[in-house]
Every structure is written in C-alpha cells, then in structure tokens.
C-alpha cells in the first residue's frame, strides 16, 4: 500500500484501484489534481490481492473480487469476495479513526471495481464519512442495500462521475446505481463525460472541487 502522509495530516482520501490495476497506478491521479498543501491530506492507495479472473480464463490480477460474467450483476460482482474486500477496507479506516482521523475528514474513493468496494462500505459504516466518490462504477448487491445501507450513510455525501461512451461499466450501470441510491435515502451528485472507461482532463476540474469541498473543515 501506498501511504502519502503528510505531517499535520488530519484529513485522508483512501483511494480504491480497478481490475488489474494497484495503489501504484492511482498515484498519477492524485499528483494530477494537485490539491494544496494546507490543510494536509493523507493518501493512502491499498493494493487489492491477485486472484483468478474467471471471465480471464482464471488468469490472475488485482482484483477486490472476481467477475464471473458481464451479463448478469450477481456474477459480475462476486458477493462473498465483495463483503471480504469490504471488511478489508472498513478496517483500514477504523485504523485511520484511531490515530486521530475523525470520520467527517475521512473521504472513500473509487474507479470502477474499487468504486464497487468504496459504495459497498461506505453505504453499510455506523458512521458519516466526509464522502464517497464513486468513478466509472456501479452497485455490487444492489437488492440487498435497502435492508443494509446505515442512517449514518445516508448523510454521507455522494458523488459519482461517469463516461458517455464507457465500453466497460455500461452508462446505464452508473445510472442505475444512482437511482438506488435515492430510492435509499441519498443524494448523490451526478457529472458524466465523453469518455470511455478511463479518467479524462476534463474531469480533473470537477474531481478536484468537489474533493476540497468535502474536505474544508
């Protein structure tokens, strides 16, 4: 795991990697937003375990859980692997809650598979977090959130960004994880862009004000 932290520190970003990918590959993403130096910002960029693919003909990557299938929600995101990485995760902020990080400057982020871990642990913690920021992704569980999603969560606030052309987690996913959301009690924040399955400049903009936003106190 990558931890960036800096002295002062009171307010952290943990940032969750897609499939195939590690903490490494999302460090570019912080230095590009270039967020200032006061207040202090820890990142910390964990790394998923490898694991056998099953739509890689079981070659393995990092991946928070195996895909089974693009088709069908259930097999696309294993359940049992997305609950483990999930703990994994909760976790780590707990660790972050005992060093002196309060929850209100404690920030979830994540790019497609690890946007399903950021939301699927975000939704579920007895607490408020500063936000969760969920990039070219979509809902693992879906049916089960109504019965697991905590009062807490509700008030944590939510943003998802999405590309127009995403040939990966299909617009219509990112869409649809929005609207259980608010049929859960949230608010999420919405931006889409004409992208594919990636990160493009215009985003950064956006990503970057909404992130101070989130961490100004």
């Not at 960036?4 to 590959?25: E, F, N, Q, Y």
């Not at 294993?78 to 404690?106: C, K, N, Y």
């Not at 939301?119 to 809902?139: I, K």
């Not at 219509?172 to 924040?189: I, V």
Request: with cysteine; proline share 8%.
């Amino acid at each position: 795991m990558i931890d960036l932290h800096p002295t002062g520190a009171r307010h952290a970003i943990i940032w969750l990697h897609g499939l195939g990918d590690s903490g490494a590959g999302l460090a570019p993403l912080v230095e590009a937003l270039a967020l200032p130096a006061e207040p202090p910002i820890r990142h910390l960029l964990p790394d998923a375990p490898e694991r056998p693919i099953t739509i890689n003909m079981g070659y393995r990557l990092r991946a928070w859980y195996d895909i089974e299938s693009f088709d069908d929600i259930a097999r696309r995101a294993i359940e049992p692997h997305v609950r483990e990485s999930a703990s994994r995760i909760q976790v780590l902020i707990e660790q972050l809650m005992t060093e002196g990080f309060t929850p209100d400057r404690i920030l979830l982020a994540g790019f497609s598979q690890g946007g399903v871990i950021a939301s699927f642990t975000a939704l579920r913690l007895p607490v408020t977090l500063a936000g969760l920021l969920c990039l070219s992704t979509y809902l693992a569980a879906p049916d089960a959130l109504m019965d697991e999603v905590t009062e807490a969560a509700r008030a944590t606030p939510v943003c998802y960004m999405h590309g127009l052309y995403d040939d990966v987690v299909p617009l219509s996913l990112g869409w649809e994880a929005k609207g259980r959301l608010e049929q859960a009690g949230l608010t999420p924040e919405w931006h889409e862009y004409p992208m594919r399955h990636e990160i493009c400049m215009p985003q950064l903009g956006d990503l970057r004000a909404w992130l101070l936003a989130r961490l100004a106190t």
